[in-house]
């Protein structure tokens, strides 16, 4: 099955500056999806990253805010932009994983992000 | 609306007792079904899925989910708990044809001794 490299695992930054994660898999992947979990809550997906294309945000989540980019099958990014203590959260890349039998999830290990 | 809940917000089991997380699921079409774990500062662990078949399916550390389509339900269990099950347990349902995974709300299993 894919193997998901999530960069950074953990950071601490002060409002009003920008955060990329980075998502590397290991293997050509044609769904790829960007999720956060506020403390305490469950996962919410923000967009799904499109090959070639803008990715598509999910209601509450814009473009400025989340911008993302994916520029070939096993590579996005995620910024988190002019952020605010609120944006503090585990953010998380997934992939259908064509290797898993019947179909599949695999996700990143998070970036837990703290905003100061 | 494709939508997934998690009734409990938190069960308790004694170890040793069975346990039963429950998920009830709103979705077109046949539901790509899967439960997943998360234990503190850890990330998401992938536990079993259902995508077609039997409806009872086995996956990791001796857990099993029941597909009940009339029910619209895939509820998560284990015949005898262990303290170390204790952890957040979230279902999902894969939203129609886009991938998109949908999660419920998470249930918090405590396990004691």
């Known amino acids: 099955s894919a193997v998901i490299s999530q960069k950074p695992s953990r950071d601490i930054c002060q409002r009003g500056t920008s955060l990329t994660i980075q998502c590397q898999v290991d293997?050509?992947?044609?769904?790829m999806f960007w999720y956060r979990q506020q403390p305490g809550q469950s996962l919410t997906l923000i967009a799904t990253?499109?090959?070639?294309?803008?990715?598509?945000?999910e209601s509450g989540f814009v473009i400025d805010k989340f911008p993302i980019s994916r520029p070939n099958l096993t590579f996005s990014t995620l910024t988190v932009s002019n952020m605010s203590p609120e944006d503090s959260s585990i953010y998380l890349c997934?992939?259908?994983?064509?290797?898993?039998?019947?179909?599949?999830?695999?996700f990143g290990s998070g970036t837990r992000l703290t905003v100061v | 609306a494709q939508s997934v809940a998690q009734p409990e917000d938190q069960v308790n089991v004694a170890e040793g007792n069975p346990l039963t997380v429950k998920c009830t699921y709103s979705?077109?079409?046949?539901?790509?079904l899967f439960w997943y774990v998360q234990y503190p500062n850890r990330g998401l662990q992938f536990l079993l899925k259902?995508?077609?078949?039997?409806?009872l399916v086995k996956g990791s550390y001796g857990f099993e989910a029941e597909f009940n389509k009339s029910q619209t339900s895939f509820h998560l269990k284990k015949p005898s708990a262990l303290v170390s099950d204790s952890a957040l347990y979230f279902c999902?349902?894969?939203?129609?044809?886009?991938?998109?995974?949908?999660f419920g709300q998470g249930t918090t299993l405590q396990v004691k001794p």
């Open positions: 293997s050509q992947v044609t769904m």
């Open positions: 997934s992939v259908v994983d064509p290797g898993a039998a019947n179909y599949g999830y695999t």
């Open positions: 999902a349902v894969r939203a129609g044809n886009t991938g998109k995974l949908i």
């Open positions: 259902y995508i077609t078949g039997d409806n």
């Open positions: 979705v077109s079409g046949n539901p790509y």
């Open positions: 990253a499109n090959q070639g294309s803008e990715a598509t945000y």
